[in-house]
């Protein structure tokens, strides 16, 4: 990921208008800043939430609260906690998608 040319920004998320974005079960809000090809997010999942889509897209995701269960195309599976992360790039790995059972709230660079 390269970073596009950007001023020094401070983004206080609790006065990004959130927008609202259904799952293939519960939904998910994403508060949004847009730099350039980078897109900043602060997400949070409903409790039940299951991805709609399978993804390929790179992804820095970073679980701020509660546990993300990620799953690839392939079948392999991994549960993220408050406090971890995972990393893979465009096309990096088998495709993926998130799911949650109890609600979480994710910091994600893409």
């Known amino acids: 990921m390269k970073l596009p040319t950007s001023p020094f920004t401070v983004t206080d998320w609790s006065k990004v208008e959130p927008t609202k974005h259904a799952g293939e079960t519960g939904q998910a809000l ?3 800043l847009n730099i350039g090809d ?3 997010r602060m997400v949070e999942y409903s409790p039940g939430y299951l ?3 399978w993804c ?3 992804h820095v995701i970073f679980v701020v609260k509660g546990e993300l269960d990620s799953e690839l195309r392939d079948g392999r599976k991994f549960k993220l906690t408050a406090g ?3 990393q893979v790039s465009d096309f990096g790995d088998a495709a993926h998608r998130s799911s949650t059972a ?3 709230t994710l910091f994600i660079v893409d």
Do not use: K
Request: positive net charge; without cysteine; proline residues 0%.
């Open 56 to 58: 390929d897209r790179g």
């Open 84 to 86: 971890m992360s995972y």
């Open 51 to 53: 991805a709609d889509h």
């Open 38 to 40: 980078l897109r900043v």
């Open 102 to 104: 109890t609600g979480a």
């Open 30 to 32: 994403w508060r949004t």
